[in-house]
């Protein structure tokens, strides 16, 4: 593995942070207290600091610096999460992905935004007001904590560990650190035993283990031993190689799970064991040339405090030279470094104020899924051949039953064999697609920013709400999600919602809320955006449709029909072009990006309580479930999610309606009957109804209708082979796909009939010369 | 231990000892052998644990041949940097206590 492949894999993992630190501060947004909220946000901002300074990227370790800190007094009480500090949060949160986003694609981050956020960051953390001049929302005590930052602030030299001198440092952390708090700390802390082995990759691959024990400093109180007994004189060893190994007792708040987090990128690259409770002292006299040497947080941020001390603590009792000799326990003992056990240090006695250790539980460590990570390409590579297997099987299964008769001997162990096949296969290819199958979530969360964002440029006040979020998908659709859903949130926002003032006239909320969630609907996924805004204005939009030629005065168009006309291309209700939804890209693109998913868009509005854009898309793009049926010597495959019942018409059932229209009886009730063939254009001539066989179907927009095709051949499913990047668009048709017997058989888009049935998939070309 | 007598030679530390320093360390290292040296670590901003590994390796070997090697002067971030990873004095002393 090579640096760009580890590199790439500390973006994956930041992306995960980065969803990891919305959710968090989201959840604090909406007044979630829990310590362990603050604490994942916490940890989230830390892991990307830690790993960006494996990689030198200094903007991002210099801003996730001074975010943590902040974090870290709001973690430990000092900062009170109100709504000013959780906007600075949630802005610093937008400028730490766009400065990972940077530091990966290669962009620029406006240097003046991350400053001023950093600025806010930092003055939030002393306890001053914040620049601009609102008031710093700090509780009183902190003020106090952090009175001495100021002096202490300048000198942060750039140390081993490449950051960037940032204004004030750990002297939050020194607070909670060693000094005073030490005994609490000790007292409550968990203690763990680190040992650690790097291998020359390790390094090579940049990381050093200087680094990694400096973030690991910042979990709690560690003493290291260094083991030097492996290491060869200078004549034999490979400079480049490793042969030092440590072992590391740290006392801490966290757990376990934030230790690994520590060596998570150099994980592939050094043993690693992790073990509550302090080393033996009988291993640490088999270590005997190693002393313990205290660490504490200060002398990584402000060095200055400390230089009174003399380089090594042990100039009393020098040690005769040989420290590789084994057998010296004793002059450790007597050398003043500290024992192991974390002993307080009178040095730091300033601070008065007791944090409240009792505020921050110990979490007990729950055991995550293991996880690994696969290039999305095998995975792809994976689908493709079991979408082979399964055609490959629906060619056994036919050619088994062709021939059934000649082997009819053993036809039922050949079918019993046949069948078994039949759901190995199914399940394999249910297994392969929960691999890909993702939450929506990383998209929702990218969505409370575009609202965030777009809120702000257009002064309004507006909450997102988002719901179902852990519903789950195949990531081909979720990557295509984003665009569409950018654009149709950033269409709510701007044009949806009310300005406050209107909406306080309007006995509204002058919060707008938006609502984006996701359900699991019969096979498909569907993702509503609900705004509590105005609602479409039918009059302008049926006026501009008129200005624009798309309708005459005398067009009679139902309500649905009027708030379908914004799908048109090019129609924009907006009175001039906004920087935000006037972008040239209007609701028609956001239908086809749906569309070309194999989903659909609807809308439903009511005039001053707010508009629903629904979308309804397959829950993956590569297989489904479908009724093979013959319509004119073609074979067609029908979606079975679609379809509600199958029915052989009689006679009576039939009913003509209008010149060419016809009923079919259904129990009680009249269901319009659609001719597939002659829909398609296969035929010219509608078939007899009573020679074929009526499905009954459902279509997203509500409402049935009974397809008429000539014959069901049988239910199966079928390989999705897009016709669109292997052919062109077909309209009403979704797909293709292989059949048992090689014959390419078209998938049916059952709401583009339906809707062609109503004159409705016409409907805005049509209504033009209606 | 070392002869007391001969002047150290003194080794100056560039100010980064990361990954690229290492080799070139370790070859002036070997040149010094049989010398008494003081390792003058007053520029090091930057540091890694393989320098300091190379440093550990010099003075056993030192140490083996009867010589002294000492630190000088080190900066704070070198010091720090010895410090995180569990060097104290008594393994890699400084000049004031060897």
Not at chain 1, 194 to 199: L, S
Not at chain 1, 339 to 358: G, N, Y
Not at chain 1, 392 to 405: D, I, R
């Amino acid at each position: 593995m090579d640096m760009n492949e580890i590199k790439e894999i500390f973006f994956q993992e930041c992306e995960e942070q980065l969803t990891e630190l919305e959710t968090g501060l989201l959840a604090m947004n909406d007044g979630d207290d829990d310590p362990e909220t603050v604490n994942a946000v916490f940890r989230a901002v830390h892991s990307i600091k830690g790993g960006a300074g494996a990689f030198g990227l200094d903007d991002l370790v210099a801003f996730a610096h001074v975010f943590e800190t902040t974090l870290d007094c709001v973690r430990s009480n000092k900062l009170d999460p109100d709504e000013t500090v959780m906007k600075v949060m949630l802005k610093s949160a937008d400028v730490l992905a766009d400065l990972t986003a940077a530091a990966r694609d290669g962009g620029t981050v406006d240097p003046a935004r991350s400053s001023t956020l950093a600025k806010d960051l930092e003055a939030l953390a002393n306890g001053q007001p914040l620049p601009d001049g609102d008031a710093a929302p700090v509780a009183e005590a902190p003020v106090e904590a952090a009175a001495p930052a100021p002096e202490e602030a300048a000198p942060a030299s750039s140390d081993d560990s490449g950051f960037q001198p940032v204004p004030f440092s750990f002297d939050d952390m020194d607070e909670v650190a060693p000094a005073e708090d030490a005994p609490a700390d000790a007292a409550d802390g968990n203690v763990y035993t680190i040992e650690f082995k790097p291998n020359a990759g390790l390094y090579a691959k940049g990381n050093d283990t200087a680094l990694l024990f400096r973030d690991l400093a910042q979990l709690g109180q560690m003493e290291v031993r260094c083991n030097s007994e492996a290491l060869p004189e200078l004549d034999g060893m490979d400079p480049e190689d490793s042969y030092l190994t440590w072992s590391v007792t740290l006392t801490t708040e966290s757990d376990e799970d934030a230790i690994r987090q520590v060596f998570e990128f150099a994980e592939w690259d050094c043993k690693l064991e992790v073990s509550a409770g302090r080393a033996d002292a009988d291993d640490a006299g088999d270590e005997a040339p190693m002393v313990p040497v205290p660490f504490d947080l200060s002398m990584l941020g402000a060095p200055e405090e400390k230089v009174e001390t003399p380089p090594t603590p042990v100039a009393e009792a020098p040690v005769p030279p040989a420290p590789v000799a084994p057998t010296a326990p004793a002059p450790q003992a007597a050398a003043p470094t500290p024992a192991p056990s974390p002993a307080p240090e009178p040095a730091k006695a300033a601070s008065p104020i007791v944090k409240e250790p009792a505020k921050k539980p110990k979490v007990a460590a729950v055991a995550p899924a293991q996880q690994i990570r696969v290039d999305l390409e095998r995975v792809d590579r994976l689908i493709n051949l079991v979408g082979e297997l399964v055609i490959n099987q629906a060619m056994l299964a036919q050619s088994v039953g062709e021939s059934e008769e000649t082997v009819s001997g053993q036809g039922n162990n050949i079918n019993l064999g046949l069948d078994e096949l039949n759901q190995l296969t199914r399940e394999i290819q249910d297994s392969v697609m929960a691999i890909r199958a993702q939450p929506v979530k990383p998209v929702f969360q990218r969505m409370s920013r575009i609202v965030r964002e777009i809120a702000d440029m257009v002064g309004k006040n507006v909450r997102l709400v988002t719901e179902g979020e852990n519903t789950e998908v195949d990531k081909t659709v979720i990557d295509k999600l984003a665009e569409p859903l950018t654009h149709m949130i950033r269409n709510s926002v701007d044009h949806g919602l009310e300005s406050a003032e209107d909406r306080k006239a309007a006995g509204k909320d002058p919060q707008g809320m938006v609502k984006l969630s996701a359900k699991h609907r019969s096979g498909r996924i569907v993702i509503e955006i609900e705004d509590d805004g105005a609602g479409i204005n039918r009059e302008r939009v049926k006026q501009k449709a008129m200005d624009n030629g798309l309708i005459t005065a005398e067009s009679n168009l139902s309500d649905e029909e009027i708030d379908n006309l914004i799908f048109h291309p090019g129609f924009s209700t907006a009175e001039k072009l906004s920087d935000i939804s006037g972008r040239g890209v209007g609701m028609d693109v956001v239908k086809k990006s749906i569309q070309s998913l194999g989903g659909r868009i609807s809308i439903q509005s009511n005039p001053g309580k707010g508009s629903i854009f629904s979308m309804s898309l397959p829950l993956t793009l590569a297989v489904l479930d479908g009724m093979v049926v013959s319509v004119a010597d073609q074979t067609l495959v029908v979606p079975l999610t679609a379809i509600v019942e199958t029915l052989q018409p009689e006679k009576s059932d039939i009913h003509g309606f209008g010149a060419k229209q016809r009923l079919i009886a259904i129990r009680e009730t009249f269901c319009p009957l659609v001719d597939v063939g002659e829909i398609l254009n296969f035929r010219d001539e509608p078939a007899d109804p009573i020679e074929g066989v009526a499905l009954l179907v459902e279509s997203e927009g509500g409402g049935q209708r009974a397809l008429m095709v000539d014959a069901i051949q049988g239910q199966r499913q079928v390989v999705i082979k897009s016709l669109e990047s292997n052919y062109s668009n077909v309209p009403g048709i979704a797909a293709a796909t292989i059949l048992g017997d090689g014959r390419v058989a078209l998938i049916l888009d059952v709401d583009m009939i339906v809707s062609a049935s109503k004159g409705q998939s016409l409907a805005i070309e049509e209504l033009k010369s209606a | 231990m070392g002869d007391e007598n001969e002047a150290p030679s003194i080794l100056k530390l560039p100010d980064n000892l990361d990954l690229n320093a290492v080799s070139a360390m370790h070859a002036q290292l070997v040149e010094l052998k049989g010398h008494n040296v003081e390792v003058d670590a007053a520029d090091v901003r930057k540091s890694g644990a393989q320098c300091v590994q190379v440093l550990l390796a010099a003075k056993k070997t030192w140490d083996a041949d009867g010589k002294s090697l000492v630190i000088g002067t080190m900066s704070e971030a070198f010091e720090n940097t010895l410090k995180l990873l569990g060097i104290s004095g008594e393994v890699l002393p400084s000049k004031e206590t060897a």
